[in-house]
């Protein structure tokens, strides 16, 4: 006796639930491959964005050394450029304690010092632009000075005392005196938008 075989309705019924099974895995496949392309672009950007900012902040770095040493050479050692940190008897001032520590607004904003601010003023000092908005500059790069003393050579030296005005050749002028400055640079204004921001530190020695 013969038995009957599975109808042709049944038979496409399996078939349907096979595709769509199929289809729903590959949109699942075909998500995840867009999710992690979209994550990789990012990270593309946010690595690009860093690179930016760091090459802006070493600029300001650069620009605010060489700013310090022309103003020692112009006016000479002591407090002669940024806000006062160390004692300097040729050019007594007040030393704010507030303004000698890391400056707390360097990730968040802070004062920009005008065109033609003094040099001691307590704000970031803007830099030249030399990346430019044609290469995704996120504006212009800023440094923050401190003046954190003078020192000499006794204390480079680890030496207790000076030798006098014959210590290594020298003729009546005794140990060399040098100011001592800190230096914040930053990759731009952080207030300025939703970018990447770079903080550097650095010091400087100007005799």
């Known amino acids: 006796m013969n038995r009957p075989g599975p109808s042709r309705s049944a038979q496409s019924g399996v078939s349907l639930v096979v595709v769509l099974i199929l289809l729903v895995v590959m949109t ?38 060489a700013a310090v040493r022309a103003a020692v050479q112009n006016a000479g050692k002591g407090w002669v450029i940024g806000v006062r940190c160390g004692d300097d008897p040729a050019n007594p001032g007040s030393i704010v304690d507030a303004n000698c520590a890391v400056p707390g607004n360097a990730y968040t904003g802070g004062a920009t010092c005008a065109a ?18 044609d290469n995704n500059s996120a504006g212009a790069p800023q440094y923050f000075i401190q003046y954190m003393g003078l020192r000499d050579s006794a204390d480079e030296l680890g030496l207790g005392a000076s030798a006098g005005n014959l210590q290594y050749g020298g003729s009546g002028g005794g140990v060399v005196q040098e100011s001592m400055y800190r230096v914040f ?7 300025n938008g939703d970018r990447s921001v770079v903080v550097l530190q650095g010091n400087v020695v100007a005799r």
């Open 185 to 191: 640079a930053r990759s731009h204004d952080p207030s």
């Open 28 to 65: 699942i496949l075909g998500l995840a491959v867009m999710r992690t392309t979209l994550l990789e672009e990012r990270m593309s950007a946010n690595m690009y964005d860093r690179s930016l900012a760091f090459q802006q902040a070493e600029s300001a770095l650069r620009e605010a050394e």
């Open 116 to 133: 033609g601010a003094a040099k001691g003023s307590n704000c970031w000092f803007n830099a030249p632009d030399r990346l430019g908005a």
